[in-house]
């Protein structure tokens, strides 16, 4: 299984988060991207990500599912896109996954919801390489669908790993629950072409990115 990296650099004067994420390139209307990876890196500092595509289920109790909170695994399932690629989720007094098997046609993830389930209390989605990528808000009678097309975005700024978040604001939680908007970087998009594996990725003095194929 190939390992991909992004050597990321901060050449700024801000001491923020690097901050890649996925984004559902199928437009689903619920589907929420997570802080797939974040790491602070002060100015003049260097910070790496690493990642294989390998997936798994996830669920976990948020309540209701908006930009700016912090999502955190109650549980993980492995998964495949060609088999075990189909999961249960119910709730019996509390939330499981259960009954793991292969669905067709592959290429997708699927998680079946019960009718046991309450609403605007947990929320279900995929994860790749150890981290959650998406989730969306679980409800009672309902088949939810991911088909991973992996495509991959970096952003500077606060965050933290799990994070919710608004990829048109960027929201984020304060300590005491209110949202405010952040100091952020501009979106770029990291496209990794064939059969390359590793790019360097630059924050520059002047806050714009420079993405390449060798050390700038």
């Known amino acids: 299984m190939d390992t991909y990296s992004i050597n990321f650099t901060n050449n700024s004067s801000n001491a923020w988060s690097a901050c890649v994420f996925q984004m559902d390139e199928n437009n689903q209307a619920g589907v929420m991207s997570l802080a797939w990876f ?13 990642w294989t595509i390998d997936y798994f289920f996830v669920w976990g109790e948020t309540g209701v599912l908006v930009p700016g909170i912090n999502f955190s695994a109650s549980q993980t399932v492995a998964a495949g896109l060609t088999s075990n690629n189909q999961i249960t989720f119910d709730y019996n007094g509390a939330f499981l996954f259960e009954g793991q098997g292969t669905f067709t046609p592959s290429g997708s ?25 998406f989730v969306v808000q679980a409800q009672p009678n309902i088949n939810v669908i991911f088909t991973p097309n992996p ?58 990115w420079t993405v390449s194929q060798s050390p700038v």
């Open 38 to 50: 974040a790491q602070k890196c002060n100015p003049g500092t260097k910070c790496n990500f690493n």
């Open 109 to 133: 993830l699927y998680i079946n919801e019960t009718t046991n389930i309450p609403m605007n209390t947990a929320s279900v989605g995929f994860g790749m390489s150890g981290a959650g990528t």
């Open 151 to 208: 495509k991959y975005y970096m952003v500077f700024g606060i965050f933290n790993q799990g994070d919710v978040l608004d990829t048109q604001q960027m929201f984020r939680s304060t300590p005491g629950g209110a949202r405010e908007i952040q100091q952020i970087s501009c979106i770029v998009e990291v496209d990794f072409p064939a059969n390359v594996y590793t790019l360097y990725v630059t924050f520059n003095a002047n806050n714009t």
